[in-house]
C-alpha cells in the first residue's frame, strides 16, 4: 500500500485546513485508515481513524469537535478536515492503513504510512 499525504500549510489560529491521503496498491475499502501528528520533539500521536466502511471513527480528545475524518472509497483517499485550528495542533500529520481491521489507536496498529505533510498554526 503506498499513501501520498497533501494539505498541509500555515493557518492562522481559528482557520481551517483539509488533509488528503491518496492510496494505491491495496483495495482501499478493505482498509481501516488513521491520521496521526508529531510535533518537533514529542512522540507521534493518534489523531483520528475510521473503520473500513465509514461506520466507525475514533478522535483524540483534543480534537473531537473541531476535526472530522472521512473517506470516499471511490477515489481511494481519506480525509482530515480541520476546523478552529490551534497552534498546539501544529506538527507534521500522517495518514496511515492498518489492513488487519486492528482498532485505531495505536501506532504499532498501522502498516503502512504516507510521509508527513506538515501543518503550522500561527497564533
Known amino acids: 500500500v503506498q499513501l501520498q499525504a497533501s494539505g498541509g500549510g500555515l493557518v492562522q489560529a481559528g482557520g481551517s485546513l483539509r488533509l488528503s491521503c491518496a492510496a494505491s496498491g491495496s483495495t482501499f475499502s478493505s482498509l481501516n485508515m488513521g491520521w496521526f501528528r508529531q510535533a518537533p520533539g514529542k512522540e507521534r500521536e493518534f489523531v483520528a481513524a475510521i473503520s473500513w466502511s465509514a461506520g466507525m471513527t475514533y478522535y483524540t480528545d483534543s480534537v473531537k469537535g473541531r476535526f472530522t475524518i472521512s473517506r470516499d472509497n471511490a477515489k481511494s483517499t481519506v480525509y482530515l478536515q480541520m476546523n478552529k485550528l490551534k497552534p498546539e495542533d501544529t506538527a507534521d500529520y500522517y495518514c496511515?492503513?492498518?489492513?488487519?481491521?486492528?482498532?485505531?489507536?495505536?501506532?504499532?496498529?498501522?502498516?503502512?504510512w504516507g510521509q508527513g505533510t506538515l501543518v503550522t498554526v500561527s497564533s
Open positions: 496511515a492503513a492498518d489492513p488487519r481491521r486492528r482498532g485505531g489507536r495505536s501506532v504499532y496498529e498501522y502498516d503502512y
